[in-house]
């Protein structure tokens, strides 16, 4: 059985209240892990309840506070369809992934491919995929004149996949605030 020592735990090599942890009982049968000084809390890290659970108030830090994922969207050709994301902030992170509605370029239905959120082209006729323009409130996603270039499922060949058998799904993420987080939680 390992023993925890209550008290304050130094992470690194300068006593900056970012790298120490104070471990302390607060005899209501929780352990309470701070990140800061012991005088001056900046957020709980963890809390260890009596039935051994493990409680990370205000979500787990770091990493993405939220995320939004699309409805499906259908291949519409140089069309702009403009999804209301919800998170409060423009996003950071983007990933697009095409579900596949019908079998198709050697995919069965349910198969799912991630691609890049651009227009690849040779000239303005040949346009694939869509292009993808945000803000704090809304993704704007323009399609291409012509469908998704896809790798072929059987051997990766590129190849134009047929608009009606896909669907898209955009998804997005915003950062937590650090500061916010740190100034809500003390």
Not at 78 to 91: E, I, K
Not at 126 to 147: K, P, T, W
Not at 156 to 168: D, E
Request: aromatic letters at 10%; hydrophobic letters at 45%; proline letters at 4%.
């Amino acid at each position: 059985m390992s023993k925890l020592k209550l008290g304050l735990l130094q992470v690194g090599r300068s006593p900056t209240a970012n790298l120490n942890f104070h471990i302390r009982n607060l005899l209501d049968g929780l352990l309470r892990i701070t990140r800061g000084f012991p005088e001056a809390p900046i957020a709980d890290v963890v809390r260890v309840n009596a039935d051994n659970s493990l409680e990370f108030p205000g979500g787990i830090k770091g990493g993405f506070a939220k995320e939004y994922v699309s409805p499906e969207q259908a291949f519409v050709a140089s069309s702009l369809v403009t999804l209301a994301h919800g998170l409060g902030a423009a996003p950071k992170l983007f990933q697009g992934v095409l579900t596949c509605k019908t079998a198709d370029a050697g995919y069965a239905v349910g198969d799912t491919l991630v691609i890049p959120l651009s227009i690849e082209s040779s000239s303005a006729a040949d346009s694939f995929n869509c292009q993808v323009r945000f803000d704090a409130v809304n993704i704007y996603v323009r399609f291409g004149i012509n469908s998704f270039l896809i790798g072929r499922g059987t051997d990766g060949a590129s190849v134009q996949s047929t608009a009606a058998n896909w669907r898209l799904i955009v998804r997005a993420w915003v950062y937590r605030d650090w500061e916010t987080d740190r100034k809500s939680v003390v």
